[in-house]
């Protein structure tokens, strides 16, 4: 298992960052999720872009040949079906201080997870998946991809003790997206999704799936999606860079529809799989 740590390859097990790194004291840090199929990033353009955007946020001044070190990263780890992580922090202020020298050296950290390979089992190994609804407790600008997770990690344990493997959120009465992953729902034919903004993360695989819609045809909105729309519609799907388009089929314990995956879901896993072979 070899990670990239401040430009080297190493084992993980020599991986060491400092206790002063402002990663570990006030998650002052941003990140990517990037899946490589067969060792070739997915969207990694589109992640690569949103990672900028999220250390121009938050001022922090990184700009490596990512696609160069996360390609050799993968080729170091055999290649294949890996999901690769990818941080940058603050770097180490050397004390506990809230402020910071705007010229600091950030900690880059990469490593990989193996995945499956969504794509070439099918749609018949893609299971529905339970969730449950919770308050939104996080902070006003979602859209920034930090690693501040507590809220996010508290609701997926609360999905987790009800028995249920997701947790969508709602604020002020609407839903946003679920704890790791955008949300989508259908209702005739039409599929809907809360609005870009603050309040969510600019999901690539979201993107994607609009992107998808509009050349096959189907028509996808932007709404305003509230807990009694969310449990009348036909189909809800969750999306992300690891689970590309997933079906919920149960929520707070009733069933979506008839409780089984939908047939626009199906339509849309087929164009994910038609897109990846392309
Ligand atoms: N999470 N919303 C949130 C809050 C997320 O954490 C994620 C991704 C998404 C989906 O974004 P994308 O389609 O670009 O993966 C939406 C990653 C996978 C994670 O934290 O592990």
Redesign the pocket.
Known sequence: NTVFLNGDYIPADQAQVSVFDRGFLFGDSVYE?IPFYQGVGFRLDEHLQRLQYSLRAIQITADDDWNTILTHLVELNGGGNLSVYLQISRGNTGRRSHVYDAEMTPTVFACCNPIKDIYGSGPDAVSGVRAIVTEDLRWGRCDIKSTGLLP?ILVMQQAKQAGAQDALMMRDGLLT??????LMLVENGVIYTPKRGSE??G????ELILELAAKDGISMQEADIDYGRLLAADEVWV????RAVVPVIEIDGQPVADGKKGPLWARMFELFTCYQND
């Open positions: 999720v996010n997206e679920g704890a790791s992953c955008n969510i993360l999901g690539t695989t979201r999306s992300s860079s690891t």
